[in-house]
């Protein structure tokens, strides 16, 4: 609760979640409520805006306006779920390294560290390629599992800082287990920070799965912003001039990371009155 | 000297143990999920007409020549001599030439679009974003948005919407590949300059999202750094602005090349993403060409490269980064 | 013995965010005579830092300047252009030594390096191996070992780093230093031997006057000629030496003398023991006496106004109801 006060002093943070949750609700409603089709085909190639369709048709003749609620919803989804999956993988590792420390931080670090070298796109495509399917949710779990390693990293750092604390040895003195000191003596310590990774996480997770859509390695039956923007390029989009097949997918991812962002600059200001002057 | 040449067999032996690691999750993944490559590749073949008989024949002889016969173990030591010697395989959808030429010729083009796109795009971003935190005030409160905003825009984004304005609606700049068809790869001027032309739009789209992202980090490290206590502590004797900005532009600067060692990955993966959209003769069009024809040989040779290509420069930043950082040096030796 | 510094009436505050004021230094005023050193002795908060951060004349925002005057040799600090400030008065006639010995010196620079920094910037004919010499020099009078000069600020001890900082802030035989808490994050062995290195400056005439800030009163026996007690922002007890430690009369002077405190690392905030509530917020203006919430001898006359400082037998005290005085035993006071 103190949290939500601190973080609503800053404007930047409440345009980005503003921004961010009109898109997302924006596009939940819409599609819940409407009984259009994103699949079903009902132009031509390639039609400019028009009244009827206010974003022209793509490549198959579908409404792009329509699609791209549709695309944006997805995107989120998997950007959310990615990114709960990798906060999630990062901050277990980074703070049992950070607390335990020792061997088990040697290990656990040099995976980190392993893994923050190997190009994380690198194993996306080498998962993603051997897939017959790839749904949403499997493609969302396969990007959460690669973009861990930074959020562990930057865990680790706060998690052996905190546990030098009076409070910490205390719980320590009471004779409180790891599981129990890190829940309760660490975690709300850095919550502040891990949502900021959160966010931080979302935004990448969005990146990532318009990258892989880019590559080929889309979802499959089901439209995203980046597979969007897959076929205006395979389909000539570009070369025959049809923005309206690009351009408003591009913005949208862009805006959505903007808005992301922009929550994440708003809340280090907050939380790190340094940056502040 | 000693103790940094201690400090480099230390990162080497490291970065040693990161390849083969590297090496064993580039020939496990794809295998992670079960499913054979070569009855993709003869399916495909099917869609040919050729008769069952062929066909059966085929991939027979496909399983003996990829060695798929053999058990995984057999399989992956087959594949790591054959990558230490070089050998990468040949292509599926290009059959029967081999993975290395391919990637070889797509290899030059990739380093030459990006190697200075990244490096340029740093050196700028890192000045800009020191000096927007030196002036603040209205220089930094326009800059830092924009920054963000360029930053927030994935280089494939950007590079679309610049590929149709320029190279669509205002026509300057042609709209894909790394040379005009008509001419033949050389060293004369005529295909220098058309390769120059070529080159300029996805070198800007690369460098512009390049310098935001480094610009925005290098903002706040300078803004933290200025406001640290040792910069307070020279003030207070005296030592002039002149001097305490040179303290604070170097060890600002220190976190931003550990930055780009962590985040070259991701760049060079959005960089090689650009190169699909227009249609660059690198690394990353290939790597596309295969994943569409289900090219197993070509995806793994190109993701291998890649990966290889990242490592190197990563260890190169590591030599750099312990010749700048009295206590990176210190901190090695203790561990 | 002349008057080297002087402070009038000096406010600053602290420009917080919605634009609030936290008044930290609120009407303080000083005296430093040649050759003496002046204690400030105040819990955490109360302003001194602020005030010994004032006297550079700087004032590093979000700190603002209001109003007063120092006087340094004749020199009006506040008035003085940035530049002269910077090259002829700070770390030459006025040098500070932080309270934060960690992350005072850059890291990435030898101390050798600073060491020509700091003295190329006061004397610019100066060559670095001569600069680097000079410092050599000082450390071998101070006993100290000469290879701190090759070392880079993480590889010295805590103890050895501050020391270092002592010595970095006395090169040019400043007139004055201000020491702000420079044992607060020390262990006890060290504490003294940083005391123990600012009084060989002291004898040896390196420098000639000092004023120390310390949330440790008892500390400042061993050191002080004269106390100042502070507290909310302003003075509540200034006297001598021996008339602050063993016959303290404001009700706060007795009570920061009875909580003797065991330094802890990383523990800034702390209640004393003896008497409850904390400081007032310097955000609010504050009616009466600054110190009336948590004073045993409250009365009402003290809620409703703000005591004068008066004198009496060279000590100044800012109370309605002073402390009775005791005989100072001579036995007492070595």
């Not at chain 2, 790869?185 to 032309?197: G, H, R, V």
């Not at chain 2, 190169?275 to 569409?292: K, M």
């Not at chain 3, 925002?61 to 530049?83: E, F, H, S, V």
């Not at chain 3, 450390?139 to 010595?167: C, H, N, W």
């Amino acid at each position: 609760m103190k949290l939500l006060k601190t973080l609503l002093k800053s404007k930047k943070f409440i345009i980005g979640l503003c921004v961010f949750l009109l898109l997302l609700f924006g596009s939940l409603i819409f599609t819940t409520i409407s009984s259009h089709d994103p699949a079903e085909m009902i132009g031509f190639l390639y039609e400019p805006p028009s009244k009827e369709h206010l974003l022209g048709t793509d490549n198959f003749g579908r409404d792009v306006l329509i699609e791209l609620i549709y695309g944006m919803k997805t995107s989120i989804y998997v950007g959310l779920l990615s990114g709960i999956i990798a906060t999630f993988i990062g901050t277990t590792i980074g703070t049992t390294a950070g607390y335990l420390g020792k061997t088990i931080d040697n290990i656990l670090n040099s995976i980190t560290n392993l893994f923050l070298v190997i190009p994380s796109f690198v194993i996306l495509i080498l998962l993603s390629v051997s897939l017959r399917s790839r749904s949403l949710t499997l493609l969302a779990m396969i990007i959460g599992i690669t973009s861990w390693p930074w959020t562990a990293r930057a865990v680790r750092a706060q998690t052996s800082s905190l546990k030098t604390r009076e409070h910490v040895n205390m719980a320590k003195l009471n004779g409180e287990g790891y599981v129990e000191i890190v829940l309760k003596e660490i975690l709300p310590y850095m919550l502040s920070y891990i949502f900021m990774v959160f966010v931080l996480q979302v935004a990448s997770g969005i990146l990532s799965e318009a990258g892989l859509s880019m590559l080929g390695l889309g979802p499959s039956n089901t439209i995203s912003l980046g597979k969007m923007l897959s076929w205006a390029l395979l389909y000539e989009a570009v070369r025959t001039g049809a923005w309206w097949a690009f351009i408003p997918p591009a913005l949208t991812i862009a805006i959505i990371t903007f808005s992301l962002l922009y929550m994440n600059t708003g809340m280090d200001e907050v939380f790190n009155p340094r940056l502040r002057s | 000297m000693n103790r940094y040449l201690k400090y480099l067999t230390g990162k080497l032996k490291w970065y040693i143990l990161t390849f083969f690691i590297a090496v064993f999750l580039n020939f496990f993944l794809p295998r992670f999920i079960p499913g054979n490559p070569v009855s993709a590749l003869v399916a495909q073949m099917a869609g040919g007409g050729a008769s069952s008989d062929v066909l059966d024949k085929l991939y027979n002889s496909y399983i003996q020549e990829f060695g798929l016969d053999k058990p995984w173990y057999t399989q992956f030591i087959n594949y790591v001599l054959k990558v230490f010697h070089g050998d990468l395989g040949i292509s599926f959808s290009l059959y029967p030439t081999k993975v290395n030429t391919i990637l070889s010729h797509a290899l030059p083009w990739t380093i030459a679009l990006q190697a200075p796109a990244i490096l340029i795009g740093w050196i700028i971003g890192n000045l800009l974003g020191a000096l927007a935190a030196y002036k603040k005030g209205k220089f930094d409160s326009a800059f830092f948005p924009l920054a963000l905003f360029i930053n927030s825009i994935p280089y494939y984004c950007l590079a679309i919407i610049l590929l149709y304005l320029f190279g669509v609606l205002l026509d300057v700049f042609p709209i894909g590949g790394g040379y005009s068809m008509q001419l033949i790869p050389s060293f004369s001027i005529t295909f220098l300059i058309d390769a120059l032309k070529h080159y300029l739009l996805p070198f800007f789209s690369l460098i512009l999202v390049t310098i935001g992202g480094q610009a925005i980090g290098m903002r706040e490290m300078s803004i933290y750094e200025l406001n640290t206590d040792y910069v307070r502590y020279a003030k207070l004797l005296g030592i002039s602005e002149k001097k305490i900005t040179r303290y604070v532009f170097k060890n600002a600067m220190l976190p931003q090349i550990t930055g780009l060692a962590i985040s070259l990955g991701t760049m060079v993966g959005g960089a090689l993403i650009t190169e699909i959209v227009f249609s660059y003769p690198g690394i990353g069009t290939w790597l596309f060409n295969g994943i569409r024809q289900q090219d197993y040989p070509l995806i793994q040779g190109g993701t291998l490269v890649i990966t290889m290509a990242v490592l190197l420069a990563n260890f190169l930043i590591d030599i750099v980064y312990g010749i700048v950082d009295p206590r990176i040096r210190m901190a090695q030796m203790e561990e | 013995m002349g008057k080297l510094l002087t402070v009038k009436a000096l406010k600053a505050y602290y420009k917080l965010r919605l634009g609030e004021k936290l008044r930290a230094v609120d009407g303080v005023s000083l005296t430093l005579q040649e050759g003496e050193v002046l204690g400030i002795a105040g819990e955490s908060g109360c302003g001194k830092s602020t005030l010994a951060s004032c006297l550079s004349g700087l004032f590093f925002p979000p700190l603002k300047y209001q109003k007063g005057n120092i006087t340094l040799d004749g020199i009006d600090i506040i008035r003085t252009d940035k530049q002269t400030l910077r090259k002829s008065i700070l770390g030459k006639k006025i040098s500070f030594i932080p309270q934060s010995a960690m992350n005072a010196l850059n890291p990435t620079l030898k101390i050798e390096d600073f060491v020509a920094d700091v003295m190329q910037e006061h004397e610019p004919d100066l060559s670095r191996e001569e600069a680097i010499k000079r410092a050599e020099e000082r450390l071998e009078v101070l006993s100290l070992p000469k290879d701190v000069l090759k070392a880079y600020p993480f590889e010295l001890s805590g103890g050895m780093k501050q020391r270092t900082i002592v010595v970095l802030s006395t090169l040019m035989n400043p007139e004055i230093v201000i020491a702000d808490e420079p044992t607060s994050a020390l262990d006890v062995s060290s504490q003294r031997q940083v005391i123990e290195l600012m009084k060989r400056l002291l004898q040896m005439k390196i420098t000639k006057s000092m004023i120390f800030i310390t949330h440790e009163l008892p500390i400042l026996r061993h050191v002080a000629d004269r106390i100042a007690i502070m507290y909310a922002g302003v003075f509540l007890e200034v006297g001598t030496m021996p008339q602050i430690i063993f016959d303290p009369r404001h009700p706060y002077t007795k009570v920061l003398m009875s909580s003797i405190i065991v330094p802890e690392k990383g523990m800034r905030e702390r209640k004393l023991p003896l008497i409850t509530g904390r400081p007032p917020d310097l955000r609010k203006r504050i009616k009466g006496c600054r110190f009336a919430k948590r004073c045993p001898y409250a009365t009402d006359e003290c809620r409703m106004r703000e005591p004068d400082m008066e004198e009496t037998d060279g000590r100044k005290i800012k109370c309605f109801h002073p402390l009775k005085g005791k005989e100072i035993k001579q036995n007492e006071v070595i």
